[in-house]
């Protein structure tokens, strides 16, 4: 398949799941329910969006510190500024196109730092790896200092309406029911052999192993502490700054931490769902909010309000990084960490 139209298919199928998921979401509401959610973004206070937007760049900031850290012991030391401007435009590559950023993260610091861009996606991929991990984490945590909201919801949501589905079953339905997922799991099976000879197969075995390699690589790292520290201080800032965000709403603001750990769990797989986060964040925080007794309409506007305040962050420092990157580099050379160890 051509690249430019795989590239097309991809956009056009991320992009495609968030439209749908915002179909799904506001083809059902009633005219209140579409007149409370303008009513919330009427009434949000907006200026609260600003401070968030701030602890919002600190955080990409760290993100360049702790990149920095890892391209260290490869023989480069770059500009924390030029890491940073390269970070930021990678977050604004992934708006137009998934896992361009990666890409024109790499590609940015390996043109102005002449380091050999092969080696800068390694460091992405302990990164990546490392990021994965902490989610993880999070989402652990989230679930046991909680369990009993968590449970409460599986009840309501998901165990009740099961039980009310099948408790009026026949014979017939129950047979139905027992076909399908015989079918399910032996296409499941035949899926899963011919996958495992595929070159798709051989590229996640690849992408396994690379993971590994990044994750074991910090482990070599000098500086490991710091490195720690960077992760909990980024993980911290996301944290604050979605915790800031409450205040925006009235409906909102009396949440606390357990609340805030929970929409930024789920909130971060729905930033990886679709393109750019689109539709698939808004619904997550929507739903996650349920459990803390906000109204659909309320979660579903403040889901929008965090989304496109990080959008409109990545847009506007991203282009300026655009910007400043050939104008700040214009006389500038390099500076490899090993000169720096000699003097």
Known sequence: MPKRLKSLLQIVVFL????????????????????DIKEAFRNAHYWLVLPAMIIGIASHWARAVRWKLLIKPLGYSPSVLNTFFAVMVGYLANLALPRLGEVSRCGILARYEKIPADK????????RAIDLICLIILMIIT????????????????????????????????????????????????????????????????????????????????????????????WTLYFSMLYC?????????????????AVLGFGSIGMIVTQ???GAYQVLVQQTLLLYGIHATTGYAFGWILWLAQTLLVMVVGFLSLILLPVLNNSRSPQPAAAEIKK
């Open 120 to 127: 800068l996606v390694g460091t992405m991929i302990a990164e």
């Open 245 to 261: 965000g409450f205040y925006t709403l009235d409906e909102t603001s009396h949440l606390g931490f357990k609340a805030a750990m």
């Open 16 to 35: 495609g799941i968030g439209v749908l998921l915002i179909w799904l979401v506001t083809k059902n509401l009633s005219d209140k329910e579409v007149e």
């Open 143 to 234: 679930v046991a200092v909680q369990i009993d909201v968590v449970g409460q919801f599986f009840t309501t949501r998901i165990w009740v309406p099961l039980q009310q589905k099948f408790a009026n079953a026949g014979p017939t339905q129950w047979l139905i029911l027992a076909v399908i997922l015989i079918v399910v799991i032996a296409a499941i099976y035949i899926f899963l052999k011919r996958f495992a000879r595929s070159k798709a197969a051989v590229t996640v075995r690849a992408l396994a192993r690379g993971v590994m390699e990044g994750i074991l690589s910090v482990g070599k790292m000098e500086r490991k502490g710091w490195f720690l520290f960077y992760t909990l201080l980024i």
């Open 276 to 278: 750019g986060g689109i």
